[in-house]
């Protein structure tokens, strides 16, 4: 189960018939029972969904700029993708420990090249087509959700630098799960597979802040959704 929340972007009158859609799925077999469900975001734009799983989305109606920049047109879209009533995701949000927003943010920056925005209580780190999709930590009080294995993938320029602050760093890791994927210790795997992972964001000091794993590509990749001529943002 993802800790946070992730805003998936529609055009507005796609917005509507997504949850129009989903209010009735949700009263149906096989969904009835289970955790979905569509309700109202405080805002009075925008709407919370949750999956069967209880997984936690805000649907939201897209900006100008983000239909620019996310819109089939653009060039950000995959293969099979055409047929979406959704642009594209425009946020993936986790909690994180008081205090510790801002030191995520440095790793990003220090490690990953990312340029951040800094709050009191939460960072973002801004990317992905024309600038409009966000990485956010935000911190809680509470204790943490547990961490279940769950991960996400970034594209970045320059990965031989982010590789190698990374493996200076200690935070190259190989998941056991997807050897048959990948399995990138050193430059010239990376450059094999065209990807590498971390799972976990350290402090200077090599002090743990938070666990996820996220799965760092170049623009070679095979997945990679933009034309390669598009410019990169993150």
Known sequence: IWRGTMTIAFRHDQLLATVARLRTMALEAPLVGTHCAVL???????????????????????????IFSLAPPSGAARPGSLESKALGLTCISL?????????????????????????????????GPGGCQ?????????????????????YLADLKTRFEKCRAAGVVWVNPRFLH?????????????KQFRLKH??????????????????????????????????
């Not at 109202?40 to 983000?66: I, M, Q, R, V």
């Not at 000091?205 to 993150?234: F, N």
């Open 181 to 193: 994927l990948d399995e990138t210790r050193t430059w010239d795997e990376c450059v094999r597979y």
């Open 95 to 127: 909690p994180c420990a008081k205090g510790t927003s801002g030191r995520i943010g440095d790793f990003y920056e220090r490690c990953l090249g990312v340029h951040t925005a800094r709050f009191p209580s939460k960072v973002e780190m801004w990317g």
């Open 134 to 154: 966000k990485i956010e930590f935000f911190e809680i009080d509470s204790e943490l959700p547990r961490y279940t294995g769950d991960h996400f993938c970034i």
């Open 40 to 66: 109202p975001a405080p805002d009075g734009l925008s709407y919370k969904a949750t999956c069967p799983y209880g997984n936690k989305f805000l649907l939201t109606a897209a900006s100008a700029h983000e």
């Open 201 to 234: 964001i350290t402090d200077l000091d090599g002090c743990v802040l938070y666990e996820q794993e996220h799965e760092i590509r170049m623009a070679e990749h095979s997945s990679y959704p933009l034309p390669l001529t598009t410019k990169m943002q993150l």
